[in-house]
């Protein structure tokens, strides 16, 4: 699947907020992000990414706990699919089940077809390069990425390329029978907002004998 396809550069689409008054981390998130907005569109879509990875660390702790279906507010139409960790950089985010703009808009995506954590074939993950992979930037050759799936284990990747390619031209598919890879997409270069048709890609292969 063309790169184009999974992540888009424009400013990100604004996916559905929690309403005031539901509850009352709702609500101090939704107070929170109305004053950063006097600060400019960019400070209110990093605020949002931010908070909206709190709210998901919440139903993240639900789906290991077995619930199938744990949404990190009633009304989201999102789910976390896994937890993603660098841990030479201390960042991570919740990765979320699918890649529409919707769900891009607060943490990077898991896209259908890929591979389960851990098993063999692509795992393909695509993000904001200005909020959850903005990290990215600074992985190098033999760093360590920790995934973890539903059921709790987590597996080691070992990055072993980056590179910059055009989104038209170069190809990810996820799933299949090859070697247990994990790769990771978002729009190149850093820093800027303006739309462009490179992407910055993560490759690692799986450790063996990494799950814990």
């Excluded at 949404?71 to 991570?92: F, K, N, Q, V, Y």
């Excluded at 997409?185 to 004998?209: K, M």
Aim: proline share 8%.
């Amino acid at each position: 699947m063309p790169l184009d396809a999974l992540t888009s550069c424009p400013p990100p689409a604004r996916g559905r907020w929690p309403r005031r008054g539901r509850r009352g981390a709702f609500l101090t998130s939704a107070l929170l992000i109305a004053g950063l907005l006097l600060f400019g569109n960019g400070a209110y879509m990093k605020a949002k990414a931010s908070l909206s990875q709190v709210l998901l660390a919440h139903a993240w702790e639900k789906t290991l706990d077995g619930d199938t279906d744990a949404r990190p507010w009633p009304w989201a139409d999102i789910t976390p699919a896994a937890r993603l960790e660098l841990p030479r950089l201390h960042a991570g985010a919740i990765i979320l089940d699918g890649t529409s703009g919707q769900a891009l808009a607060f943490g990077p995506g898991l896209m259908t077809g890929s591979a389960a954590p851990g098993q063999p074939g692509l795992i393909l993950l695509a993000g904001h390069r200005d909020s959850h992979f903005t990290f990215l930037q600074y992985a190098r050759t033999g760093d360590a990425l920790t995934l973890t799936g539903p059921d709790g284990v987590p597996h080691t990747y070992r990055l072993t390329e980056t590179r910059v390619v055009d989104a038209a031209a170069s190809t990810l598919t996820p799933g299949g029978n090859g070697p247990a890879t994990l790769a990771l997409t978002t729009c190149y270069p850093f820093g800027v907002l303006t739309p462009t048709n490179q992407r910055f890609v993560v490759l690692a292969t799986l450790d063996e004998g990494s799950s814990t």
